[in-house]
């Protein structure tokens, strides 16, 4: 089970950071990643780190967003900068395509004003 939190209402240029909570130590040996979908969009990947720790990031956030976990706390962040309007969406962790049958989480609304 993964549990998202941390987002809010932020101003464009702004910064916010998620917390996902895994029960279990599973980001030592699963590929995650954060998701996000804007209303009336497709879900789409926007971070994912490997079991080793190597992270890659959609072009429309990179530079902007890093993806980070804590093997120890079961936690994975993601830390976001330099926050655009088009940013807004509800944010999910969730293991990378080719993991594990996993139920969706409920996300965290993250709200970016012009």
């Known amino acids: 089970q993964l549990v998202e939190s941390g987002g809010g209402l932020v101003q464009a240029g702004g910064s916010l950071t998620l917390t996902c909570a895994a029960v279990?130590?599973?980001?030592?040996?699963?590929?995650t990643g954060w998701y996000r979908q804007a209303p009336g969009k497709q879900r789409e990947l926007v971070a994912g780190i490997s079991s080793g720790g190597t992270s890659d990031y959609a072009d429309s956030v990179k530079g902007r967003f890093t993806i980070s976990r804590d093997t120890a706390k079961s936690t994975m962040s993601l830390h976001m900068s330099s926050l655009k309007p088009e940013d807004t969406a509800v944010y999910y962790c969730h293991p990378l395509p080719g993991g594990p049958r996993t139920d969706w989480g409920q996300g965290t609304q993250v709200t970016v004003s012009s």
């Open positions: 279990g130590s599973i980001f030592s040996f699963l590929n």
